[in-house]
């Protein structure tokens, strides 16, 4: 295919268990701003909880490292940007590719699994991993309240969304699951100095998943010079559909040479649980 000149595409990954729901309207938001958006469904997604069984995180990396080698030359220009463990995918790849054709967004990425809702037990998953591998495959890991997210009228229609039985996340994944992204998160903290374009952070503060160290951390580690961090005071961790979720679209805009204003106000509450699509 041949370039269009000034042409400008950006790549969204999704998260663990979810679908483009996970970014809310962000693609609209950049669409608007005159750019291709490219989404992709992870190996084991948009099914059902069990297809995640025998999907590895290699499998979800090179997904998304296969289509960005294949928007890569239909662009003058292309971003990447992930969600939860959309953002780890999209920083690992960009890594490997030593990305340097466009900008990294990486939205609430769980480098560590340490926010204050995750159980004080959480450690024992290793022993599990270890002695009992097995059970990773039977043991589910369900989806509770807050569902990740502060904004209680939001909360309400995920709740309402689950109860109906709605295919935008799954209910519950097996726990080998949040063994392979143990394996990605490992993979990730690894050669972050080999990152060279330029990179936007955003993570809340209350995140209950995940804390703000993790963005610290890459912070840190890809340097100052090419990264930035904001930091969101009144959402959880699903940053995209909660309080935040303008302050959040207005920063990715401004961060890829966009104007901001493009973030209008949501004509329909409901709008930040729609998906892109």
């Not at 939205?107 to 699994?113: D, I, K, R, S, V």
């Not at 930035?228 to 805009?253: F, G, P, T, W």
Request: with cysteine; aromatic share 8%.
């Amino acid at each position: 295919m041949e370039v269009t000149t000034s042409s400008v595409g950006i790549l969204l990954v999704h998260g663990l268990g979810g679908t483009q729901y996970d970014l809310g309207m962000m693609g609209k938001i950049l669409k608007r701003a005159g750019m291709d958006t490219h989404t992709l469904t992870l190996p084991g997604h948009a099914g059902q909880p069990e297809d995640l069984l025998g999907v590895t995180a290699e499998d979800w990396v090179e997904e998304v490292r296969a289509k960005y080698r294949e928007l890569l030359p239909q662009y003058d220009t292309l971003h990447v940007m992930g969600m939860c463990m959309g953002a780890l995918l999209a920083i690992e790849v960009v890594k490997q590719e030593r990305h340097t054709k466009g900008r990294l967004i990486a939205l609430a990425p769980p480098l560590y699994l340490d926010g204050w809702s995750t159980p004080w037990y959480r450690f024992l998953r290793y022993f599990v991993y270890r002695f009992m591998p097995n059970t990773t495959r039977t043991m589910k890991v369900e989806e509770e309240e807050p569902f990740g997210v502060k904004n209680e009228l939001v909360r309400s229609i995920i709740k309402a969304k689950f109860a109906r039985g709605d295919n935008f996340h799954y209910q519950w994944i097996p726990l080998y699951c949040v063994q392979q992204v143990d394996r990605l998160r490992k993979w990730v903290k690894e050669g972050l100095n080999n990152i060279s374009c330029p990179t936007l952070l955003v993570h809340a503060r209350e995140d209950e998943l995940t804390s703000l160290r993790s963005s610290e951390f890459l912070l840190k580690e890809i340097g100052a010079q090419h990264a930035k961090l904001v930091v969101l005071e009144n959402s959880y961790h699903m940053i995209c559909v909660d309080n935040d979720r303008d302050q959040v679209a207005a920063c990715v805009l401004e961060h890829l040479g966009c104007d901001p204003a493009l973030v209008r106000p949501r004509k329909r509450r409901s709008d930040v649980v729609e998906s892109e699509e």
